[in-house]
């Protein structure tokens, strides 16, 4: 990282946080050193932001489509042009480090994202074209839509929420995580260089600010991405003002590697399906199923890349995992590993932090031996723990797989991808990936089954769940 990434980082940290002696301080995920002040916005000052965005929604919605697509082109040459030092503040923040699939690689997809949120269109649809009748499904904006976020993937979960938004028309107020409300305030200053006024509006509080947004009277989509119990509020707050809502909750994504796999084949993509942003991201893998037949060299190709993946402080270079983000975080990854060895699960590598790091890094962990009840098999870990589980039958390996609450990601893994694609429909998830895990694209729909929310995002459904629709029915050919 450079002194010139640093010093911009800086700059652009001093549009947006608190003035001195005032907001909440943010520390560094990695240092615990305070890196500046989130303001903290009273409700009142929300209140102001969304009647802004509100007067806001008709003009922008008037400009068109052709001219919105400019505008997002030009938000996205902003980010490109800041990513650097976005990088530089993101990885101060969320802890990720700046190189593998981490803060650069997420200021690239923020910048892809939009870029394909301008290219995409949504076209009328006819739905009856005959002597008597000629009927038409048109999209139009929502309205003003509220974004909350979460704190793992914080640019990039922004991105997908107010990207299609602004390109069908409707103005947006954004709230970022209050783990990583600084690096969002700074994405959404460099694209408010070239955006008109208050279509785009950043409002940074805590978890009381969220419910406000999602409840007020006067928004007309929540895109929320969070835990499910948050999604569960926001579900029972909608009854009071209708918004419509896109959800993408918690998942425990498992993956299933068949027999007959060549394990060292796929090691190196069943780790990173599961270590991608040292285990912090929604469609990681959490649970992996694997046949009796390889467990053993499954368990010990994974153990090998753990142990020697370099992990510490975001800005060294050479460094591709983190901290855990927060110390909740941290508590929970930790209690669910010394839960599985309580119960004799065994801890093949790691199972411990590593304070010699900073307080909150905790060593990737591989977890052998493990059975189907323990919690770190329930319940979502979000951290760099994996626990693999041995099965001896091919049937019973998706039933185990399906047999949780929630369905966001799965994959399925052979040296035969035919095979593979056969089995994959029987996981109960939004996505199954073969031979990978994770992997998303902006023209492919997301989005989770079962307690891992409703709604797709990305692509031309994407646009349509940040619409809304009327039918236009007129005379037939016949006139
Ligand atoms: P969280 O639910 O604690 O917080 C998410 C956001 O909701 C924050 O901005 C928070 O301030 C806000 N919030 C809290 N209470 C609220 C309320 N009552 N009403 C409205 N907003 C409220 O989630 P988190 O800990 O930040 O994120 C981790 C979780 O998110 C994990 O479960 C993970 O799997 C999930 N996640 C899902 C996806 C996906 O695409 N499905 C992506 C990333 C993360």
Not at 156 to 162: A, G, K, L, S, V
Not at 468 to 473: I, K, L, P, R, Y
Request: charged residues 20%; hydrophobic residues 45%.
């Amino acid at each position: 990282m450079s002194d010139t990434a640093a010093t911009a980082a800086a700059a652009l940290l001093d549009r947006i946080q608190a003035p001195e002696g005032r907001g909440r301080e943010i520390p560094d995920a990695a240092t615990r050193e305070v890196i500046g002040r989130a303001p903290v916005q009273s409700v009142a000052e929300l209140d102001d932001a969304i009647a802004r965005a509100r007067a806001a929604q008709p003009g922008w919605d008037a400009l068109g489509h052709a001219r919105r697509s400019e505008l997002l082109l030009a938000a996205a040459d902003a980010i490109d042009a800041n990513a650097e030092a976005l990088a530089h503040l993101l990885s101060r923040e969320q802890g990720k480090p700046l190189n593998g699939p981490n803060a650069r690689f997420e200021l690239g997809a923020c910048s892809a994202w939009l870029r394909t949120n301008a290219a995409t269109e949504l076209p009328v649809q006819v739905l009856v074209d005959d002597e008597t009748l000629h009927a038409e499904l048109v999209y139009k904006a929502a309205g003003v839509v509220g974004a909350i976020g979460p704190w793992n993937w914080p640019l990039m979960i922004t991105i997908w929420q107010i990207g299609p938004a602004l390109r069908m028309g409707n103005t947006v107020v954004a709230k970022p995580s209050e783990y990583t409300p600084l690096s969002v305030l700074a994405l959404l200053s460099v694209m408010n260089d070239v955006l008109p006024a208050d279509v785009l509006i950043g409002v940074s509080g805590d978890r009381a600010t969220g419910a406000r947004l999602a409840s007020h009277p006067d928004i007309d989509k929540v895109m929320f991405t969070g835990s499910t119990a948050t999604g569960r509020k926001i579900i029972e707050s909608s009854a009071g003002n209708l918004a419509r809502l896109t959800l993408e909750l918690g998942g425990n994504d498992a993956g299933i590697v068949l027999p007959g796999t060549d394990p060292q084949a796929i090691a190196e993509d069943l780790f990173w399906g599961a270590f991608i942003n040292t285990g912090q991201t929604c469609a990681a893998m959490k649970r992996l199923y694997v046949h009796d037949s390889i467990y053993d060299e499954v368990v010990d190709a994974l153990a090998g890349i753990a142990a020697a993946v370099p992990m510490g402080n975001g800005l060294d270079e050479e460094n591709v995992l983190g901290p855990l983000q927060n110390r909740a975080q941290f508590d929970i990854v930790s209690r669910l590993v010394e839960d599985a060895r309580a119960r004799g699960a065994r801890i093949v590598t790691g199972g411990e932090a590593a304070p010699e790091l900073g307080e909150l890094f905790y060593r990737a962990t591989i977890v052998a031996d493990i059975d189907d009840d323990a919690a770190l098999v329930q319940e979502e870990q979000f951290g760099p723990a994996l626990p693999v589980i041995r099965y001896s039958d091919v049937d019973e390996a998706f039933a185990r797989a399906n047999a949780v609450d929630v369905g966001l990601g799965a994959s399925v893994w052979s040296s035969d991808p035919e095979t593979a694609r056969a089995a994959a429909t029987r996981m109960q998830s939004g996505t199954v990936w073969i031979n990978s895990h994770g992997g998303l694209h902006p023209m492919v729909p997301f989005g989770g089954v079962k307690s891992s929310g409703y709604g797709l995002e990305f692509g031309v459904e994407g646009l349509k769940s940040v619409s809304v629709t009327q039918v236009v029915s007129g005379p037939g050919r016949k006139g």
